[in-house]
């Protein structure tokens, strides 16, 4: 059986080594690319992002990225966004005021609130459960069907998704008594706030999973 193609999109703003490194270990064939046409046709996409929204979305940009990428995500082929690269999935990101993302799943990226035991920013593992208003087969029936809820993973970020939807929540985390997003998923596109990279055995389990393995 060939090896899963992984296009991971390559424009300034993630770290692409790290994701390569992990993918190619769970038996992916990875390009890391910032060509249009390469991420359009891809069999599988991959978002990374670190650092502000609104530097993110002006990367690609500038990069003629952003119709090849929400052509990708119409296609119905798996698309996974991680960090900064979920959050750009929603409508608006209100870091410095208030950019555009790329609109794929309605909604905005607000920031979390801290608290006497809440710093900003949310750096470290925490445990993910399915949202508790689920009462469907949303988490069985994504790339989180293998996991268990309560598996940690590795968040570092200080704003949190909030779908307009509640059936587009995939995932939650409990920070401190506040509620984060871990997850988002509508059809084909899934979003991870968190690290799979970073997160050990239950990273790379999500990663197989994606990778359909």
Known sequence: MADPKVVVVDYGMGNVLSVRRAFEHCGAAVVLTSNPDAIEKADRLVLPGVGAFGDCMAALESRGLVEPIKRFARSGRPFLGICVGMQILL???????????????????????????????HIGWTPVTPPPSANDNRWTNSMFAETAPGTAFYFVHSFTARP??????????????????????????VGVQFHPEKSGPGGLALIRSFLGR
Do not use: C, H
């Open 91 to 121: 409508d608006v990101g209100e870091e410095f005021g208030g950019f555009p993302g790329l609109g794929l799943i309605p909604g905005r990226v607000m920031q979390i609130d801290a608290g006497p035991l809440r710093k900003i920013p």
């Open 164 to 189: 307009e939807n509640e059936s587009d929540f995939l995932a939650t985390a409990d920070y401190a008594g506040a509620s984060v997003t871990a997850a988002i998923k509508r059809d084909n596109i």
